[in-house]
């Protein structure tokens, strides 16, 4: 039995199709975007844009879904720190950053990065200096160190706090190699 095939979510309507309302149109987009997860509201807006979707109408439709609570660009900045810190080990810096790239204020984005307590952020820190510790083994000390501090430093750690999470992890690495086993 030959298969369906669904057109793509962002495929504009069928021309033969007469042109659905605006506002019909842009809701459903909205509602089907914030379907999978939370968004942006900048990542809604364009969205609504590729779409052919009149910028004041645009507008208007984002300002109610904020309205009623299913755009917050706020909440959306927690969980979108949550996830990642939890899954990627990303520190603030590099969290920032990719909140920016998706079109969250400043001012949003400092207020969700300071709620990260320091302590939450080296022990993500040391997960995964843990993790890669093992894959160096049998390699020059050095560069150990440099491999595990360059990991920390690609996901946002500052250099200080990569040295010195590495430092601690490495030389309790090394010791547990060293101890023979019973």
Known sequence: MPRAVS???????????????P?????KILLRRLTDLPRSRAELAEALAKRD????????????FEEVGLVDDEAFARTWVQTRMGNKGLARRALGAELRRKGVADDVVRTVLDEID???????????VRRKLPSTRGLDTQVRM?????????????PGLALQVVREELGADEMLVEEPLD
Do not use: H, S
């Open 7 to 21: 057109k793509p979510r962002d495929e504009p309507a069928d021309p033969e199709v007469p042109d659905e309302d």
């Open 23 to 27: 506002e019909a149109v842009g809701r």
């Open 53 to 64: 979707v009149p910028k004041q109408m645009a507008a208007r439709l984002l300002d109610r």
């Open 118 to 128: 320091g302590d939450d952020e080296v022990e993500a820190a040391r997960r995964l």
């Open 146 to 158: 440099r491999r595990v501090a360059g990991m920390l430093g690609r996901k946002g750690y500052p």
